[in-house]
Nanobody, 124 residues
């Protein structure tokens, strides 16, 4: 059974930083695509950052230059370093995986495996 477990969320002041982690188990995620998404109540889940099996990355315009996605294939983990956080970054953040994907997809339709989410709150 595939499983993704996120951690690292919390409350931080505007301008601060957080590092999210996602540990994968149950499938060989080291060969696929992984991504981070976020969702606020009443809105659709949106892609924030994604990384391909080869390490290519893709970011939403709103986070470019502030967020960095990385992966550790040996540990089957993906990370999201978030700097210069803004109140608009407040959301539930989800890790997603596509074990058979090739690219750094930002579309949620490309992912079938999801974590339970970790809350990020940025106060002004």
């Amino acid at each position: 059974q595939a499983r993704l477990t996120e951690s690292g969320g919390g409350t931080v002041q505007s301008g601060g930083s957080l590092r999210l982690s996602c540990i994968a188990s149950g499938l060989t995620y080291s060969r696929g695509s992984m991504g981070w998404f976020r969702q606020v109540p009443g809105k659709e889940r949106e892609g924030v950052a994604a990384i391909s099996k080869d390490g290519n990355t893709n970011y939403a315009e709103s986070v470019k230059g502030r967020f960095t996605i990385s992966r550790d294939n040996a540990e089957m983990a993906v990370f999201l370093q978030m700097n210069s956080l803004k109140p608009d970054d407040t959301a539930m953040y989800y890790c997603a995986a596509n074990p058979f994907g090739h690219w750094a997809y930002l579309s949620r339709t490309q992912y079938a495996d999801w974590g339970q989410g970790t809350q990020v709150t940025v106060s002004s």
